[in-house]
Antibody, heavy 120, light 106 residues
Framework: EVQLVESGGGLVQPGGSLRLSCAASGFTFSSYWMSWVRQAPGKGLEWVANIKQDGSEKYYVDSVKGRFTISRDSAKNSLYLQMNSLRAEDTAVYYC?????????????WGQGTLVTVSS | SYELTQPPSVSVSPGQTASITCSGDKLGEKYACWYQQKAGQSPVLVIYQDNKRPSGIPERFSGSNSGNTATLTISGTQAMDEADYYCQAWDSSTYVFGTGTKVTVL
C-alpha cells in the first residue's frame, strides 16, 4: 500500500524557517517524481515544487523561488521541503504527492498533509 | 500564466446528474484530470487523462475534454459525493489547478 506521511509543520514567526519531511512507503520511491502542493485555509490547491527521481531537476512556483528548497533522500525514502524567509501568505496545509508522468501528468497519491502557520 | 476556471458551486439532488466545468485556453489540447476533496481530507484522484477512472473510483464519475472546456460528470449523485472538486492540467512544466467547485447534494 502506497503511503505518504508528512511531518514538520507548526507555528513559525514571519521570517523564520521550517523543514517539512515526507516519508514514503509501499512503492519504489526512487522511480517517481515527487511534489509538494499546498492549500491555504479555505482556499484552493497550489502546486509548490517538484523534484526528479535523481534530484537533478527541481522546479518551483514563482512565489517561493529563492526561499524554498526541495530535496530527497532515496536511501531514506524521504522527500523534504526547506522553507526559509517564511511569510504570512505561506500559511497552508502542505501535501506531499506522487507524480505520474505519462500523457497528462497528475498526482495519484497524496499524504495527509502538515499544517504550517506563519504568524507572530 | 495558465489559468483554469471553475464555477464556485454546483447543487444537485440525490440521484441526479452533476456537471462541473473547467475552462482554460485550448484546454482540449492538453490532458485534464480531476480531484475530489472531502472536508478535512486530502485530495483523491477521480479522473485522469480526461476520462479515465483510477481503480476504486465508481463508474458514476466520468470526464470529457474538448475545445476550451473539460467537464466532470457525476451520474446518479450520492450524498457521499458532496465535496470540493478541482481540475488540473500540466502547462509549461508546472501543475495548474482549477479554482475549485463545491458540490452540494441537497
Amino acid at each position: 500500500e502506497v503511503q505518504l506521511v508528512e511531518s514538520g509543520g507548526g507555528l513559525v514567526q514571519p521570517g523564520g524557517s521550517l523543514r517539512l519531511s515526507c516519508a514514503a512507503s509501499g512503492f519504489t520511491f526512487s522511480s517517481y517524481w515527487m511534489s509538494w502542493v499546498r492549500q491555504a485555509p479555505g482556499k484552493g490547491l497550489e502546486w509548490v515544487a517538484n523534484i526528479k527521481q535523481d534530484g537533478s531537476e527541481k522546479y518551483y512556483v514563482d512565489s517561493v523561488k529563492g526561499r524554498f528548497t526541495i530535496s530527497r533522500d532515496s536511501a531514506k525514502n524521504s522527500l523534504y521541503l526547506q522553507m526559509n524567509s517564511l511569510r504570512a501568505e505561506d500559511t497552508a496545509v502542505y501535501y506531499c504527492a506522487r507524480e505520474v508522468r505519462v500523457a497528462g501528468t497528475f498526482f495519484d497519491y497524496w499524504g495527509q498533509g502538515t499544517l504550517v502557520t506563519v504568524s507572530s | 500564466s495558465y489559468e483554469l476556471t471553475q464555477p464556485p458551486s454546483v447543487s444537485v439532488s440525490p440521484g441526479q446528474t452533476a456537471s462541473i466545468t473547467c475552462s482554460g485556453d485550448k484546454l482540449g489540447e492538453k490532458y485534464a484530470c480531476w480531484y475530489q476533496q472531502k472536508a478535512g481530507q486530502s485530495p483523491v484522484l477521480v479522473i485522469y487523462q480526461d476520462n479515465k477512472r483510477p481503480s476504486g473510483i465508481p463508474e458514476r464519475f466520468s470526464g470529457s475534454n474538448s475545445g476550451n472546456t473539460a467537464t466532470l460528470t457525476i451520474s446518479g449523485t450520492q450524498a457521499m459525493d458532496e465535496a470540493d472538486y478541482y481540475c488540473q492540467a500540466w502547462d509549461s512544466s508546472t501543475y495548474v489547478f482549477g479554482t475549485g467547485t463545491k458540490v452540494t447534494v441537497l
